[in-house]
């Protein structure tokens, strides 16, 4: 039995969630794109937090290489439980299929990424405050255009403060440690509407990290989907078949189209792998970006 080179593997395949170094990514978009091409996926998404620009860096490679680009972002929003539970972060994914996003979504970008800012600004002065030696700088070194956690993540476990990535987050940067700092978010109903409003399509990304009941959760799907939801990510790396075969009938069910991805970020996370996941638990068949494209036209 002949087996396929790696260049064939995955045709017929796609990945509709990837970062690249300009947010928390560590392979540059030119990379990316060799990646993609080189394992022989036919399409992938650039989903950077808050911004475009490995979208925008890649596409010219994208286009050299006969590879199919789809522009989206990952945006944070908040979901407010009742009193006696909190709130949730819910990620949504917003891909822009059929055109560029309008100047109004693009300023409330803006309007994010300085949110995101002053978040990192008060990170520092909480570590600081705590005798950790970093600076906003040497963050925003690290971070291109977007930096985040893992690239404060990084540096405390280059100067010691950490084991390992997962060390910092929990002793640092996650939400149960002592020095972490939240991010003023919208409300995920108000992030749809804008995503909409912009000429995307939102998605809610891997579901499994919003950890919610399975009654409660279908009806936040609901809620949402009467706010201008259109699809739900049921192909991600933490989703196991039987998580993977669920959010499929759900979405089918709720009439979400549905869509997958790794969510590859390169070495910060090196069991995920673009186009097959971790441990090899997804394949996304082209037919969801199809689907995508026939509901934007």
């Known amino acids: 039995m002949s087996v396929l080179p790696e260049s064939l593997a995955l ?31 036919d399409a992938i998404a650039i989903t950077d937090h808050d911004t475009f620009a490995g979208y925008e860096k890649a596409l010219p490679f994208a286009r050299d290489a006969k590879l199919d680009l789809l522009r989206g972002i990952e945006l944070n929003s908040r979901l407010v439980l009742p009193e006696s539970e909190g709130h949730r972060y819910v990620h949504l994914l917003a891909y822009f299929v059929s055109g560029e996003p309008s100047e109004g979504f693009r300023k409330w970008l803006q309007e994010a990424q300085q949110d995101r800012r002053e978040r990192n600004r008060k990170l520092v002065t909480s570590l600081t405050d705590r005798g950790i030696d970093i600076t906003l700088e040497e963050v925003e070194a690290r971070g291109k255009t977007l930096a985040a956690r893992p690239h404060f ?113 390169g070495a910060v996370k090196p069991n995920v792998h673009l186009g097959t996941g971790a441990h090899s638990n997804i394949r996304v068949p082209r037919a969801f970006l199809d689907r995508l494209r026939q509901h934007a036209a």
């Open 153 to 265: 993540a990084r540096i405390l476990v280059e100067k010691g403060y950490a084991e390992s990535i997962q060390d910092a987050f929990d002793r640092y940067l996650g939400e149960s440690a002592p020095t972490y700092v939240e991010r003023e978010s919208e409300s995920t109903e108000d992030t749809i509407a804008m995503v909409r409003s912009g000429g995307g399509v939102p998605v809610v990304a891997h579901p499994v990290r919003i950890s919610l009941p399975s009654d409660l959760e279908r009806r936040m799907l609901v809620q949402w989907k009467e706010a201008g939801l259109l699809g739900l990510e049921v192909f991600h790396s933490e989703h196991s078949p039987k998580l993977q075969a669920y959010y499929h009938e759900l979405a089918e069910e709720l009439e979400l189209l549905p869509t997958g991805g790794s969510d590859f970020h």
């Open 11 to 41: 045709s017929g395949h796609i990945d509709l969630h990837s970062h690249t170094n300009e947010s928390d990514g560590t392979l540059s978009p030119l990379e990316l794109v060799d990646l993609a091409s080189r394992i022989g996926l």
